[in-house]
């Protein structure tokens, strides 16, 4: 211990005279002097990308960032500390290449945010027809004045360099060690550099980082050159995976959908065929808060009217892992599971899926998705296009104002409100028409409690007002989706004063649970009031919330609605577990399309019988909610579960998440004419 106290003091004392030297001898000064084009060359680099973000997101957190600007310095540094190890009068030409290299990222970056508020990525260069009406729309409106500012980098580096040569700068004679010996301290540099901006991450900027859907974020806090090569490794990654195996993938493959599965038809065959669908996907909706009220005001009556006059799954759960929105809309849309890793979005837009659209298409549906975010969040512009979607209104496609933003973006209120007309629009154009409709509001954290209206969380009894749950973040979710529920009951009565409903089926998913703290839930259901806190563990009246009761809580709703439906032999609630990958199935049935690739099960057809696979292993049946990290279970009726019954249940989950992740991966349900063996 005294060792250590004493280096470190050392070391401090060492750090100290070098500053006291750096001030009294003017090192700094020095170092410009003796390195003045690498110097020109790292401030230019740099320059560039504080200019691009300055242009592109015009928050005061974005223009007060240091963290970017020390990464972007690590990063110049390092690749400008080669340039060191060749002769003075050859270095200006790799600082100039390097320079262009940075400038050309920067403008590339600067014109593709002009055109989709969003960074460019290079997995886009593998869709080429979307590069190329990118290309032509590019030179014809949106190279602006303000994308050439980025020239400024080369062209200060060129002047200096001519004044340099000037005073003959480059006539200097250094040897091979000390030019190496440059290069080290230059890298030691970059290092040091890289180490202070490490150290400033939080654990969401490394969780963004790796999941990289979030562009504009890894830009604001990595910088652009950071960024960029991030996406670069990202969209290798998938292209790596799908080298190796690929034969022994399609083996299993064809093994696992060998037998003909019988189209089983049932009461629900066909029932919608033909008509309109509206499939409204609610950010962080869960089921728990639909039968909850506070002072005798539900938390969302509007999903609790659909809910009893529709056909509702009350016991439903989506199947996300890391790509939580999209990952939903993967498997809702496919019936296919998250990727074990990255996100199918993300990573495996380019593969062939078969669809809902896709298959809606075939019947002569017209289907479009809107949502009122960059339309590059989750890559969703081109992983619409992959899933067969006819048109997708992001952004741009809506007027998004300081006033009516909430959170994330447009307020699910406005969103609902302006999308009307377009839905108007599409459905005068097309005789059947399929819609999705992804909110935005109720998202985590939760925290613009201000904007979501009134709705109070406390307990009032007689005229005492206990706080409950205000001021938490549970509490919070609860007003947020209350929020939610109000412009969703907006939602429907617009489209029915838009006659939208008149031929239509109304679809409605949570796309997730609202990942809520479970300490909240604990409070929610053992509040104390007599103390304001938590009820002991000992009391009589605790009624533990464990991690079992959390993961069951994490049900969405699922709806099934129709204008006409309420009273009628399919206004029913079902209770059988479901989750979001019976989905095709289950609608395939009523609107009379089939996949044969799909993983879920018609509900209808599997009834009671039916298991729900989680990416993490983890499943649950109507008897059964299994923990495969922890290997244990919890029997939900009380009997006992037989070890064969886990075993099998286990074998069929990781079969099923192999077989979906290698669809994904290997694109096998790609038609190869050559492969006989193939999908038809
Ligand atoms: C992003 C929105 C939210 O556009 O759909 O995504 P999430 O964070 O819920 O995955
Ligand atoms: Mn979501």
Redesign the pocket.
């Known amino acids: 211990m005294k060792k250590v106290k004493s280096w470190t003091l050392k070391k401090f004392k060492q750090i100290k005279k070098f500053a006291k030297r750096v001030v009294k001898e003017h090192l700094i000064r020095e170092y410009i002097k003796h390195n003045a084009l690498f110097c020109t060359y790292v401030l230019t680099c740099v320059l560039n990308s504080t200019i691009l973000r300055f242009f592109c997101m015009h928050t005061l957190e974005n223009y007060l960032a240091i963290k970017p600007i020390i990464a972007d310095l690590a990063v110049v540094t390092l690749v400008g500390a080669f340039g060191y190890l060749l002769k003075p009068k050859n270095r200006f030409t790799y600082f100039l290449i390097a320079n262009i290299f940075f400038t050309a990222l920067c403008m590339i970056n600067s014109i593709y945010y002009t055109f989709y508020t969003s960074f460019a990525s290079v997995s886009m260069l593998s869709l080429t027809q979307y590069i190329g009406e990118v290309g032509d729309a590019v030179v014809e409106n949106v190279v602006q004045i303000k994308d050439l500012i980025y020239l400024i980098g080369p062209i200060i580096l060129i002047i200096v360099h001519i004044r340099l040569r000037k005073m003959n700068y480059y006539k200097k004679v250094e040897s091979k060690t000390k030019r190496k010996k440059k290069m080290i301290k230059t890298l030691s540099g970059s290092g040091v550099l890289a180490l202070i901006f490490i150290l400033t991450l939080t654990s969401l900027d490394v969780t963004r980082f790796i999941k990289q859907w979030n562009r504009e974020y890894i830009v604001m806090k990595f910088g652009i050159y950071i960024y960029q090569a991030n996406d670069v490794v990202s969209s290798v990654q998938p292209k790596i995976n799908s080298l190796f195996g690929y034969d022994q993938a399609k083996k299993k493959f064809n093994d696992y959908f060998k037998e003909e599965k019988p189209i089983n038809t049932n009461e629900y065959t066909n029932i919608f065929e033909g008509k309109n669908v509206i499939v409204i996907h609610g950010?962080?909706m869960q089921t728990n808060a639909m039968g909850l009220k506070f002072n005798d005001k539900e938390v969302t009556p509007n999903l609790n009217k659909l809910s009893s006059e529709g056909m509702y799954f009350s016991n439903f759960y989506s199947q996300v892992s890391v790509g939580?929105?999209?990952d939903t809309e993967l498997t809702f849309t496919t019936s296919l599971m998250p990727t074990q890793s990255g996100t199918a979005f993300v990573s495996y837009s380019d593969r062939e899926y078969i669809s809902i659209p896709k298959l809606l298409k075939e019947k002569g549906y017209y289907c479009y998705s809107m949502?009122a975010?960059n339309a590059d969040?989750?890559n969703r512009r081109a992983m619409h296009d992959s899933l067969g979607y006819n048109k997708f209104y992001s952004k741009l496609d809506y007027n998004v104002t300081k006033e009516n933003t909430i959170g994330?973006g447009l307020s699910d209120k406005e969103f609902f409100k302006q999308s009307i007309s377009k839905m108007q629009k599409e459905a005068k154009k097309h005789d059947k028409w399929y819609s999705l409709s992804?909110m935005?509001t109720n998202?985590t954290p939760f925290s613009e409690v201000e904007k979501y209206g009134e709705f109070d969380v406390s307990l009032k009894e007689g005229d005492t007002t206990y706080p409950y749950m205000e001021g938490t973040k549970l509490g919070n979710y609860f007003k947020s989706i209350h929020y939610a529920d109000e412009a969703l009951g907006e939602f429907i009565n617009e489209l029915d004063q838009a006659g939208l409903l008149e031929n239509t089926v109304v679809v409605l998913y949570g796309?997730?649970d609202g990942r809520l703290p479970k300490k909240d839930y604990n409070r929610l259901y053992n509040y104390d009031k007599e103390n304001d806190k938590t009820l002991d563990k000992e009391d009589p009246n605790y009624k533990d919330y464990d991690s079992y009761q959390y993961e069951l809580g994490r049900k969405v709703p699922f709806i099934i609605w129709t204008k006409d439906m309420k009273g009628t032999k399919l206004n029913k609630e079902h209770k059988n577990v479901m989750g979001m990958y019976d989905v095709m199935p289950t609608l395939g049935n009523m609107f009379g399309f089939y996949n044969k690739y799909g993983l879920g099960h018609d509900i209808f057809d599997i009834k009671d019988n039916n298991i729900v696979v989680f990416p993490n292993g983890n499943w649950v049946t109507n008897k059964v909610y299994y923990n495969s990290q922890k290997e244990e279970y919890l029997s939900l009726t009380g009997e006992a579960i037989s070890e064969e019954e886990i075993a099998k249940n286990n074998e069929y989950s990781s079969k099923l998440l192999d077989i979906s992740n290698q669809i994904i991966v290997f694109n096998l349900l790609k038609q190869n004419p050559k492969d006989e063996e193939g999908i038809k």
Do not use: A, G, Y
Request: hydrophobic content about 35%; aromatic content about 14%; cysteine-free.
């Open positions: 950010e962080s939580t929105s999209s949502h975010n969040f989750w994330l992804i935005l998202h796309d997730h």
